[in-house]
């Protein structure tokens, strides 16, 4: 009888120390994303968007994915494209959505890291200063300013600019068709001023690659194709003449990825929880309705994207060289 309780003792602290060894390693162990290539000496990063609802809508199930890719990856941070906080963005620094939608959604370990939102048009109908202001309360959501930029350089010698826009000011339609505080907020915004500052971070910089992130897409397969003409129209063109090489935008629910010119790319990933229909326009490379997120990796090899759904498959892959 002694034997068998110092057997059944032993057991349960063996069993007990694999237990706690699963949970330090995030409860990944054995439960790694299927075929997602690490690539070595890269800056690596992920971006999910439209998120923000409490968990539902599969935001939950894409969050375990979205861990695992940044456990997987070793991620250096985590881009979201905007509408952060549905339906109505937050209203302070205390709202409770805070901890509903973000803090007790990605709450694994290798998702503490830095995070970079930008704004969407969801976040205008709370308070959009709320959003930056979190940032001096979280030690992981840094959103400074509504735009701003920084630069990175990669383990093998590779420069890349990161920029982060705020585009809802730019849709002219918001102005007359939302109600308040959505069009005070939107006023805000001194649109000229960031027209300027985005051309000459532009043009400043001798980086490899320039990244632009963005709440609104350029050119869509999905329902909103046509509805963001307004930004589209007052980009593209600093785009094409900053030699930007990859745009990311969310708004559409969706994961796409269309060419717009002979240099510029564009990857849309707001599917971090609800999904809306695309369609075969003919442009697009990829367009996926499924809840999900992309995966970046930039090195001398080139920028890998890897697009990954709810439940760890990888959806498409493609990589963009210089």
């Not at 790694?32 to 690596?44: E, G, Y």
């Not at 992920?46 to 939950?60: A, C, H, P, T």
């Not at 632009?212 to 999905?222: C, I, K, N, Q, R």
């Not at 046509?226 to 745009?247: I, Q, R």
Request: glycine share 8%; net charge neutral; hydrophobic share 35%.
């Amino acid at each position: 009888m002694k034997f068998h309780s110092i057997a059944l003792a032993v057991l349960l602290c063996t069993a007990s120390i694999q237990i706690q060894a699963q949970e330090f390693d995030g409860g990944y162990r054995g439960q790694h994303i299927i075929k997602l290539k690490t690539p070595r000496k890269a800056i690596n990063f992920l971006v999910v968007g439209d998120w923000g609802r409490s968990g539902e809508y599969f935001q939950k199930e894409t969050a375990v994915q979205l861990g695992r890719a940044s456990h997987d990856l070793d991620a250096d941070w985590i881009v979201s494209t905007g509408d952060n906080f549905y339906p109505k963005g937050v209203i302070s620094v205390n709202d409770p959505i805070w901890k509903r939608s973000f803090e007790d959604i990605y709450s694994t370990h290798a998702l503490m890291i830095n995070w970079y939102p930008v704004l969407g048009n969801h976040d205008y109908a709370g308070d959009p200063q709320a959003e930056i202001d979190y940032t001096k309360v979280s030690r992981r959501w840094n959103l400074p300013a509504r735009y701003h930029s920084f630069e990175k350089v990669s383990d093998d010698g590779v420069k890349v600019l990161f920029v982060f826009m705020d585009t809802s000011p730019f849709e002219k339609k918001y102005y007359k068709d939302e109600e308040e505080p959505f069009r005070t907020n939107i006023q805000t915004q001194d649109t000229t001023a960031q027209k300027i500052w985005l051309r000459k971070t532009l043009a400043s910089s001798d980086a490899t690659w320039k990244f632009v992130f963005g709440h609104h897409p350029l050119h869509s397969a999905g329902p909103r194709n046509g509805l963001t003409k307004d930004v589209a129209a007052s980009f593209l063109p600093d785009f094409e003449n900053g030699g930007v090489d990859v745009y990311m935008a969310g708004h559409e629910h969706s994961l796409q990825h269309i060419q717009l010119g002979a240099k510029l790319h564009q990857f849309v990933s707001g599917a971090g929880s609800e999904v809306t229909p695309v369609k075969d326009d003919g442009k697009s490379k990829f367009a996926r309705s499924a809840h999900g997120f992309y995966t970046v990796s930039i090195n001398k090899d080139g920028a890998l994207f890897q697009a990954v759904d709810h439940e760890g498959k990888i959806l498409y892959e493609t990589l963009l060289k210089r």
